[in-house]
Structures are given as C-alpha cells and as structure tokens.
DNA sequence: ATCGTTTCTGGAAACGTTTCTATTTTATGC
DNA sequence: GCATAAAATAGAAACGTTTCCAGAAACGAT
C-alpha cells in the first residue's frame, strides 16, 4: 500500500464533500459541473464556489465507470523510438489533447503476440478509440479482435479487408515510381529494392510502384534483386551485403522505410560502397535531418507530421458519430546527391 | 434488467454471469481470480471453467475504482518525436509493461502550462507512477504539484531540490569536458558552446565541464562564445549563425542535445560552413545513423535506452515501497572525424 | 460428543460518479 | 387566483469490482 502522507492535507475531496459543503444535493453538484440545462443561477454559484474552495477534482475511475466514456485512446505501434513513428505519435498526441483525450502508448515490438496482448489490454481498459500500425494484415482472429474492442479504429498504412475502420494510406507508388523511373532514365538496369513483408499494404504499394515504373520503361524488372522481408535494420543490413556482393552487382539501391535505411546504410558503408558516387541510393521516408548531413541523399518523402493529425482528426470524427474513411496521403520524390553513381563514368 | 440476454454478441460480460454460472457467490469469483488464499481447490477449478467459458475480462475502471490500483504509469517529454527521447519512451514502455503497467504519454510541448496541466491531468487518472522530463527545475509550485500526485516520481536529468523523488541523471561533465580538452589539446581556443537553460540539470553540468576544461588547461574561458537559452534546433541555428559571423569567429564548436544539433548543422550548412574542415564540431548526444552518414560526427554519447530501462526500474521499486535513489549514467566523448579542421592549416 | 481452530463461502458494504425518477418550486396563461 | 406546464432539486439506483464480516463446514484434539 503506497500511501505516502506528505503533510496531512492528503484528504481525497470527493462529491460528497461538496455537496455538503454546498448544503445541495450531490446530483447537483454533478449536474453543475457537468454542464446540465436545468440548473438555476444561484445553485451554479452556490456550487462553483464549494468546488473551488474545496479544490475537487472529479474522480476519473468512478466518471468512466458510470458514464462508459473514458476519455482514453491507444496507440501501437511496432517501434516508438523509430523517428517517423514518433513525429507520428507526437502530432496525434497534441491533436487528441486538445480534444480532452489522453493517449495509452505501447509499442507492439513487430511481434503478432505481444499486439494481440495488448488490444487485449486495451479492450480492457476500454479505450474511446485505436490507432495503429498493425505488424501484419492477415492474422487470423484480427477482425474479431479489432471488433471486440467496441471502439473506432484507425489503421496506418494498412488494409484489413471486412472491417469498418478507418484508414490513414499514404500513395507510396507514385513516389517509388517516380525515383525508379529517375533511376531507369539515368541509364540504371540493375535496381535493387529492399522492403518488408508484402502482407502490409505499405510493402505491396512500394513494390507496385517499383514493377510499374520497369514496365513503362520497357526494361526487364529484375525479380532477383528485390528482396521483401522485414522492416527492421538487421535485414536490410544482410540483404544489402548479399545483393551487392553479387557477381553482377546491381547499380542503385531503393531501401523501403527508416530501418531498411538504417541497415543499408550500415551494409553500405562495411563494403566501403559510396551512395552516389559507387551507386545511385534513394531511401523511402526520411530520417531526420537528411536535409543537413554532409552526404544529401535522395528519398520518397511522405510527411510523417501530417499522417499524425490526420488519424487523430479521423478517429475523433468516428467518436463522435462519422463513418469511417480512408484518406490517401501523398508521396513525393525528392532528388539529391545520392541519385547519381553507380554507372562507371558513363553518364554524367 | 438486461441480464443474461446474451443474444447480441456486444455483451459485456460480467462478474456477475460468472457468478450465476458457476452457482456461486460474486466475492467467490473474485477471490479466485485474484489469487486469493483461502480458496478450496474445487471452488477453484469450478470458477475458472466458468470465467472461461464466458470470456470474463474484469472490468478495468471497477477494478481501479475499488482496489486504488491503476496499473498506469505517466510519461511527460518535451517532445517525443525527438529520437533520443523515443528510444527512452520505447524501453521503458517495454519494461512497464512487462511488469504489468501501462504508459500514458503526453507530450509537453516545451511549454510549462502545457506541462502543468498534463500533470493534472495524471492526477485525475490516479496514475500509480510518474516519468518525467520536466520544463525546468524551478517553476514555483512544481514541487506541490508533485506531491499531490501522491505516486512516486523518476525525473529524467533533472535535479528538484526537497523533492523525495528518483532521478536519472547523465553525467554529463565528465564527456563535456573530455570533448572540450580534446578541443584545446588540438590547438582550439575559441570553442563555441550551445545548449539549453541553465535552468535545468543538463545544462548546468555540461557547462561544468565545459568550464572546467578550460581551467585545466589554463585557457581563457570564451564567455562570449557560450550561448544558453533553449534546446530546440530554432535558438540552435539562430545563435550559430551568429556565433560564426563574429569578427573573430570560433573555430570549434560544441552543441548540447538533439535539438541544438540540429539547429547548428543547419546554420553551418547555410553559412557553407564544413565540419570537420572549417570548423571542429562536437555534438552532445547522437542522432540516429551518426555512425553510418557521410560524413563522421564526434559526439558526447550517452545510452538512451539504459536511462529508460533504468527510469522504469526505480518507478518499479519505488511503486513496490522501495525509497528514492540517484543513479548516474556515465557519458562519453566519441572522436570522429568533425573534431579535426577549424585551424587554418596550422596543425595537421 | 464437545470444543476450539482453521478453512472456506456468501452477503453486503464500499469505491465516487452519473442518471433516472419523483418531488418540490417557480413561472405562465387565462 | 387557479390550473397547468416547465424548471429545479433531492434521493436513490446503478456501474463492476474488492474487501470486510459473519457464519458454515471441516478437522483434530480432548
């Protein structure tokens, strides 16, 4: 029992407490506070002032108990300390705040299990609403677990089809067919892309994108050295080495998403290759601060600021009645440096 | 009375249809589930069949009103979308929960009203713990606010005096001044220094070791040059700007945290200032991918993801009746190649 | 058998609100 | 003034638990 008595004054001021202070009615004290119509003038004052003096804060469990309501909304994602996620995350939170919502954080660790058990924990806490980045699309029992919560979902970058949530997409093919097509136009052949699973729509929007952009081109798309597994940094670190160590090694590189750079990135510098100068490199979504690096690299920008606001903006929209919806955020190429390379003084 | 008319799948079972099913008394239920003692082995097993077969999920908000217990934890940042601070938010999430808890986070904005009324906020929701890295260590009723919390509190590099709190703090003055001696061994005099208020911990102990550098060294002390106000990347690249446009410009400098990083990088880029080559640059805290960019930063790192392990562990064995405790986690001056240049070819 | 002790169980009182219902007061129209 | 409606208030019943208390059953020991 942590009951750590500062001074004395730890008397928690309940309802009751101002009702007799007041000389009213607790349901009075209730109705006052909460705002309700039929309340006269002189009560208002009469209670305001108790309430005041008194200093009471409504107790937030037996509001929530009776009420239903618990001004509470959770958010998971795979991995906070991801930077795009946590512009996410911070945008959400200041918009929900506003709004009179708090916001439950738990980081899912990409694993299936750990999200399930805490939807589970959520569903118990009965939260107001959910937004989420799911691991993956196609989990058995995920519609019924989603609906089980009783409450507005809102799902970023994923499509679970048969159930009546929102959605945050972002238009990743445009933007990866953009810089593929830059990269075709350059004279490259040999493009290698590293992403995550295609049971995520944001994987099979990129790869779309990709096949799309080879396709107008007339070139022959290079199945060999696309390689779609996870998101995380260790992958695209191993995958990095083995395409680039191939005998005919590709010639520029898309990574898919912050921690198919990150492990690029790291692949890169091991075999001592150069983005831009020993092959053309475009990462899709950007880490902070590429714009100030020494070393400016090209990337497929979405813009992490926005997706925020707009699921928080979603989700108080379903609380508060609307249907769900799905908007599409826009993607957008943006060349530096890192695109050129890769082509032994051929162009250029 | 809408009790067991469970056709509509939306019913929300209770202990009370646990109760009925079983044939047994409510208390019964509940000392089962909780473990209780005093429970025979076929009341037991009898129970647990029933809460199964229902599906029963105790009710959070009942729970909590009753037992005083909330299971939640409160997490207050500046801004979580700054990386250090995510990969803090990220492993202590991960040890709250698995302990059982769960993390409410809220973002301060920097602001201390902001902060103010997040910690209200907490209090409400009878938080049974609190994380935190305040606005600035001397706001006037701070401490109150506190204490009326009634639930232990870890502070994050911050030190509140006569406030029975843990803290986490870094110690920063050690790889300060190791960075800056190496600056002055190189030939450096004129270092520049950049970070937040000294109204808070962080600030002060690196200026500690930035000053005491200096004295060991028996250099003059560039008063001129230390520029501290605020740690977002705004004041960063406003006072760089003006630092490097002096008449007798620095020729090294120091940033203290993420945020006054960033903000430097981007005033040196506009001035077409190189680290590493017009200037030495040393920067406090790492962002992500430090290791793998084009170009090499030298930093004063610290492990951000032991300070959130450790945050949680001391909330933990506070909240278990454990008392307050100090732990300080050790920095360090990482050299890379932005510690050369600065010095118009003199050296090197 | 009787008498304590344990062990176990059921009933009911909290926890601090909101909300429904019934009652009293006030206002309105003639 | 008087009926009638409307507005304001009080009282009590939920919400779904945990926990206290008292009693019942079980068990040895006399």
Redesign the interface.
Known sequence: M?R?K?KKS?APVTIHDVAERAGVAISSISRVLSGHPDVSERMRIKVQRAADELGY??????Q??RSGA?K?IG?IMR?????F???I???C??EL?KAGY??????S?GDVATEST?I??L????IDGLIASLVSEDIPELNSTLEKL?APVVLLDREVVGLNSSAILANHHQGVEDATSDLISRGHKRIAFISGSTRVYTTRDRLKGFKSAFKKAGVAYPTELVSLGKFDAEFGESETKRLFTLKDRPTALLSGGIGST?GA??GL?KLGL??GKDLAFVAIDE???F?????QFSSVYRDAAMIGREAAAALLEMISGGSPRTIMVETHYIVRESSTGGLKAKKK
Request: positive net charge; glycine residues 6%; hydrophobic residues 35%.
């Open positions: 942590p750590s500062g730890s804060e409504p107790d937030f469990f037996a929530s108990l618990t509470t958010f991995d906070i300390s991801n930077p996620f946590g512009v995350a911070q945008c939170e200041q705040r708090s916001m439950l954080l738990m980081n660790d805490n589970a924990q569903r118990r806490r009965k009783n990150a990135m790291r510098k150069v983005p880490w902070p601060m714009d100030v690096y020494g070393q």
